[in-house]
């Protein structure tokens, strides 16, 4: 549904984007991550028409966004960054307004506004002006506007930015259902989000693509293989650490919280799981020290992201 092949933006020297292809397919949620200045908006903004390429395609469906843009503009639905709306217009006003645009008239407007008010739960603000909404709300308008007319494809700039812990998961479970039918992107800072909702994940940086798959395969590139949590009673937090971090396997040990004799550690080491579980399992029992929580962590995307995005890193290099 959506195409990328070879795509560059260059602005005067500067080449901000530089040979990047990737697809979406139906049924796809794929999150698109960077750091700032990575070429990640550059990128949204060629994909929806905003900005003209410097070289390479973009299609949606079949539509060349170049090309045909009308064509490609009629199959998907956009919700830029900060929800932007005429803030003056009510609720159902810029609803209605918006349907028009699209083509939409008659019954079949009435109709797709009806829908979108009731997905995105507007009906309490309906005759509000969007200038009185809190941000929550004007996301859920703008968002409302998006699938108006019901697109095969759809593309969100920060769809939960601003949102408290109730909307933000509003958001993602609609998101979610919609994925199983349509093709969506899904630009976004926040790390959580790609494992709450995305099936697939691409980084961009410094203008390059430098990982493109699963969220398990992500999670795979994790540069400490083997974390343990492990909570202790009746042991100080510096005795554990120094007693712990001499174990052959240990590569670090961190005291995560020490109060009213209990104290939480994060062990890392090089070593599979099982097999620095067990060295640590020994020596707690040779030393005879009471712990009530063992077990492994799975690696943590942040640092993925950050062993793909900071320079010179051996992980970017690989994946460069």
């Known amino acids: 549904m959506i195409k990328a092949t070879d795509v560059q933006k260059r602005f005067g020297a500067i080449t901000a984007v530089d040979r990047v292809s990737f697809s979406v397919e139906k049924g796809?949620?794929?999150?698109?991550?960077?750091?700032?200045?990575?070429?990640?908006?550059?990128?949204?903004?060629?994909?929806?028409?905003?900005?003209?390429?410097?070289?390479?395609?973009?299609?949606?469906?079949?539509?060349?966004?170049?090309?045909?843009?009308?064509?490609?503009?009629?199959?998907?639905?956009?919700?830029?960054?900060?929800?932007?709306?005429?803030?003056?217009?009510?609720?159902?006003?810029?609803?209605?307004?918006?349907?028009?645009?699209?083509?939409?008239?008659?019954?079949?407007?009435?109709?797709?506004?009806?829908?979108?008010?009731?997905?995105?739960?507007?009906?309490?603000?309906?005759?509000?002006?969007?200038?009185?909404?809190?941000?929550?709300?004007?996301?859920?308008v703008c968002f409302a506007q998006a699938i108006l007319h019901d697109p095969p494809v759809l593309i969100l700039d920060e769809p939960t930015d601003g949102l408290d812990p109730n909307q933000k998961h509003e958001m993602r479970e609609l998101i979610r259902e919609m994925g199983r039918n349509k093709a969506i992107i899904v630009s976004t800072h926040i790390l959580e989000e790609v494992e709450a909702i995305c099936t697939r994940v691409i980084i961009i940086d410094k203008g390059h693509l430098v990982f493109n798959g699963t969220p398990r395969e992500l999670l795979d590139r994790a540069p400490r293989k083997t974390r343990l949590s492990l909570v202790l009673t009746g042991v100080s937090g510096a005795d554990a650490a120094a007693a712990l971090g001499k174990l052959p396997n240990a590569t670090g040990v961190e005291v995560r919280e020490e109060k009213a004799g209990r104290t939480e550690l994060l062990l890392c080491s090089a070593a599979p799981a099982d097999e620095f579980a067990a060295d640590v399992k020994k020596f707690l029992d040779e030393h005879r020290w009471n712990f009530i929580e063992l077990h492994a962590e799975p690696g943590k995307l942040d640092e993925v992201f950050r062993a793909l995005t900071t320079p010179d890193s051996p992980a970017g290099k690989e994946a460069k």
């Not at 990575?38 to 905003?50: L, V």
């Not at 009629?74 to 217009?89: C, K, T, V």
């Not at 609720?91 to 008659?106: M, Y």
């Open 28 to 140: 796809e949620v794929l999150g698109f991550l960077g750091p700032n200045g990575a070429g990640k908006s550059t990128t949204m903004r060629m994909i929806t028409g905003f900005l003209p390429l410097s070289g390479g395609k973009i299609t949606i469906g079949n539509c060349d966004i170049e090309e045909d843009p009308v064509g490609a503009k009629q199959l998907f639905g956009y919700l830029p960054e900060n929800a932007p709306a005429y803030q003056d217009m009510s609720v159902i006003g810029f609803l209605n307004f918006a349907a028009a645009i699209r083509g939409l008239s008659g019954k079949a407007k009435a109709d797709a506004v009806a829908r979108a008010v009731k997905i995105c739960h507007l009906e309490s603000v309906t005759h509000q002006t969007i200038d009185t909404l809190s941000k929550g709300y004007r996301h859920r």
